[in-house]
């Protein structure tokens, strides 16, 4: 078996910087389009399905949408993490699905945006369900393969940070391009071109950027120079069922889950943050989250030593505790903190949030492929696919739950500003999807889910897991 050379790592992690891109325009701009705020509709928006809890009277359309498209997305992870364990293929069990999958994922991601009737229709709702489910399961037949050779394309515990934190950089960069789109649609807007057609070429433009980019390992490595794996014969429900009788991965499942859905809730919440609570143009929604990015990247060394130093599972608990802090924070931002200049409380947030995202941008996934390869030890059947497959279930579900709630909870408050508008003479020909109340809430429900994360963390036990690899 061939060692991991630095670049065979940056060929790994190019992919992770396209997928990431989609993910996080997806995460970023999905709720953004389909159900503005009215900040969003008074500068052209326009709203394209039904607005307000018209379901049932307590959901959203896009956040029913949404989470039944991440429910369906998180059914289907074991699925395909079972087909890609049990491929017998001359080019490995996770490089063919990565090439079946990535130029298809990019063109139905562009599909999304491209409602066909340009005002509100039932049409456009059936057109956004269809493409948000197809959306999802081509994501995960490209993620899930590609995270699972996290677990076996490196041979050692240092060959395995240095990957994860290549594959965690190129996420921040791929999420980070994410947010440049309001540059990008508003120096078209500012052309002359209305907002909805200037952000849908954006998304289009990023998206073949993305695709190149999932390419460029799905062609540049042969999996099978670094792990020769024995493919699996169980079928979905019994590797599934494997898998979660590990009891570490149990507990790791189980703060995932909050953590996924608390960061969801932040990461949508975001550019209405920005927008509603501070008060600020939506492009300080780029400049803000690229300050996160580069402030992150300056503590990844000392993320690696210090994992080595003390341990992931300590240093997991303590980017918790950093988040609570910054999402606690954000919900007070704006008016409530008015003693504080606004373009300081932005700052404040992008300084808090930097060392607890560089945590999690490099750990979780070596924790995973710690989990997976000593099971592997335990039980002698590799199948880390599963493993990450199982993961990326909870992830999903953590976000499903929370777009389903962040729409819910956004609208509170809602009826009192439109009505405000209204005195005003404000424009309000359109539903507004949400209000400053909401978006406190939001954040505060986050800062209570990475508090909940922490505690759940500590019943982790990572002497063993280490133990049983070593």
């Keep these: 078996m061939k060692s991991l050379t630095k670049g065979k790592m940056w060929c790994y992690a190019i992919g992770q910087l396209g997928w990431s891109i989609i993910s ?59 087909w890609s364990d049990s491929l017998n293929h001359k080019l490995g069990r996770r490089i063919p699905f990565m090439r079946w999958s990535a130029i298809p994922l990019g063109l139905v991601f562009i599909l999304v945006f491209c409602a066909p009737v340009q005002s509100i229709s039932a049409i456009n709702t059936v057109w956004l369900f269809v493409t948000v489910l197809a959306y999802y399961f081509l994501i995960t037949c490209y993620c899930t393969p590609y995270t699972s050779l996290l677990a076996e394309l490196p041979h050692n515990q240092e060959e395995k940070l240095k990957l994860s934190m290549c594959i965690s950089l190129t996420f921040i960069v791929g999420t980070c391009l994410g947010y440049t789109a309001p540059i990008i649609w508003g120096i078209m807007i500012n052309g002359g071109m209305a907002r909805v057609p200037a952000m849908r070429i954006t998304f289009a433009i990023l998206s073949v950027i993305a695709t190149i980019c999932m390419l460029v390992p799905a062609f540049g490595l042969n999996e099978k120079d670094y792990y020769e794996a024995k493919p699996t014969s169980s079928n979905m429900f019994s590797s599934l069922g494997k898998t979660f009788k590990n009891k570490d991965f149990r507990v ?126 335990v039980t002698g059947e590799s199948r880390s696919g599963m493993f990450y497959a199982a993961r990326t279930f909870a992830m999903k579900m953590g976000q499903s739950l929370a777009m389903l709630l962040f729409t819910s ?29 909401g978006y406190r809430i939001v954040a505060l429900v986050a800062s209570i889910c990475c508090l909940i994360g922490g505690f759940i963390m500590m019943f982790y036990n990572e002497k063993r897991v280490m133990e049983q690899i070593a």
């Design 24 to 82: 996080g325009l997806i995460g970023s701009w999905l709720v953004y389009f389909y159900q503005p705020s009215q900040e969003a509709i008074n500068e052209g928006m326009i709203s394209l399905i039904p607005q307000g809890r018209v379901v049932l009277g307590i959901l959203t359309i896009i956040g029913l949408v949404t989470a039944i498209g991440r429910v369906f997305d998180a059914v289907t992870d074991p699925l395909v993490g079972n």
């Design 252 to 377: 790791f499942l189980g703060q995932d889950i909050i953590y996924f859905f608390g960061l969801a809730m932040f990461q949508t919440g975001l550019p209405f943050f920005v927008t509603s609570l501070l008060q600020l143009p939506e492009s300080w929604t780029t400049y803000m989250f690229g300050g996160l990015t580069l402030l992150s990247l300056a503590f990844y060394p000392f993320v690696t030593k210090m994992a080595a130093k003390w341990g992931k599972k300590k240093l997991l608990i303590a980017a918790f505790i950093g988040f609570v802090i910054t999402f606690g924070f954000t919900a007070l931002s704006g008016e409530k903190l008015s003693f504080i200049p606004i373009y300081v409380q932005a700052v404040i947030i992008v300084i808090l949030g930097s060392f607890p995202q560089a945590i999690f941008g490099i750990i979780p996934q070596t924790i995973i492929a710690d989990i997976a390869l000593s099971d592997e030890v």
């Design 409 to 437: 909870l956004a609208t509170i408050g809602a009826s009192k500003a439109v009505a405000a508008a209204v005195e005003t003479g404000s424009a309000v020909e359109q539903q507004a999807g949400g209000s400053p109340l």
